[in-house]
């Protein structure tokens, strides 16, 4: 796979990343930011390691990708920013929240599902592919043992996955704070293929348009641009704002 | 039973579908950080003392019949083949497994839920262990826990595994 392809692909995932972060943001009522974000072809021996610490506890919220694609989508955050997470989203303190309690498991569980189909719609919208999120799951393990399923799918198909990592902040009375949240993303090789074909259509089209390649995402653009954009994508079922991906919801 | 955690740094990893192995007179052991549903699987040769361990990740078969660590069918031929160039046996039956992973971490309901790969990564070990005539001494699978799970030749093929909230076991 050319590093080319993946270059053109790049700005529809961070576009995605950052209306993740914004979904989350509304949601919890607090402001988080995308701060880093990444594009890796990893063989599958080191995707653990891409997800921090194997041995390490973590909380993971996973959801697969359904609808015309395939694949899986894994938040990873360490237990205080769960905690925290949780607590924004319940109005309590952090400390005095227990992750594995119904409640808070229910909360996270919302937030990976909200911000895994705000990601998921955006992705979808630009290229054209029905991608649906199923109901997430929460769970606490150590880091390597969440990811080894996922894994364990991938490899079924081939000897590498595509990693795309993020890093949120959550900004706070003016102030920074680190929220290291890992937002793995792993399309299985048949819909990463789809995805980076259709990404690729649309960075040529918004280059001969003479637009930026961050203007291939259709659904920041004016509805007027987005229409000269658009007329590359293949016919796609569409909801009534447009968005051609949907939630689970 | 508790024993001592083996600090970060002085043991060497095994990854996702490699196979390492380890003569009596080496300082570090095997160490399989954060399985979930791989399989550690331990052989070891106790007259000539070598260890070794695969992460397997797959239950089917190498492709091209190769030994291959990844997959639970061809792991064995690869441990055999890494043990003999320190001197293991090469007759299989001489040798003593011990296995411990195989876990379903990510249980969720509906249509989306991943396959039960843990369940038929440890059947799939177990029957390549059974058609070799390997004697299993002990196994820890299953479960919702990943596991660590460390493996030193010093220990006379006993390893070592480590649960989330769970106390460390021997065996």
Sequence with gaps: MSSERLARFRPLVVSALERAGTSLSEMAGIQIEVTSSSLDLVPLAQVPSSAGSAEAVAVGIYVAMTGQGQGHVLLLMDEPVAQQLAGALLFEEPSGVCITDELPASALAEAGNVSCSAFMNLLGDATGILLEVTPPAVVQDMRGAIVDAIVADVALLGDEALVIGTRFNLISEGESQALDVRFLVIPSPETLEQLLTRANALAVAASERGLKPDDMVVSRLPRSEAKSVTEVRPTATRDAEGLVGRTSR | ?171
């Design chain 2, 1 to 171: 039973m508790t024993i001592a955690a083996i600090p970060q740094g002085q043991s060497i990893p095994v990854g996702l579908g490699e196979v390492a192995v380890q003569k009596v007179d080496s300082a570090e052991p095997l160490v399989a950080h954060g399985l979930g549903s791989c399989i550690a699987l331990c052989l070891f040769d106790p007259v000539n003392k070598v260890a070794g361990l695969a992460h397997v990740v797959l239950p089917g078969s190498d492709p091209q019949n190769a030994p291959n660590g990844k997959f639970a069918g061809s792991a064995l031929p690869a441990l055999l083949q890494a043990m003999a160039r320190l001197g293991g046996a090469s007759d299989p039956r001489r040798l003593q497994a011990r296995l411990a992973g195989g876990a379903h971490v990510l249980a969720i309901g509906g249509t989306g839920s991943l396959p039960r790969i843990g369940d038929k990564n440890a059947e799939a070990v177990k029957a390549a262990l059974a058609a070799a005539s390997v004697p299993v001494m002990a196994e820890d699978c299953g479960g919702g826990k990943g596991r660590t799970v460390w493996f030193h030749p010093r220990d006379n093929g006993r390893i070592r595994v480590r649960t989330v909230g769970g106390t460390e076991v021997q065996f």
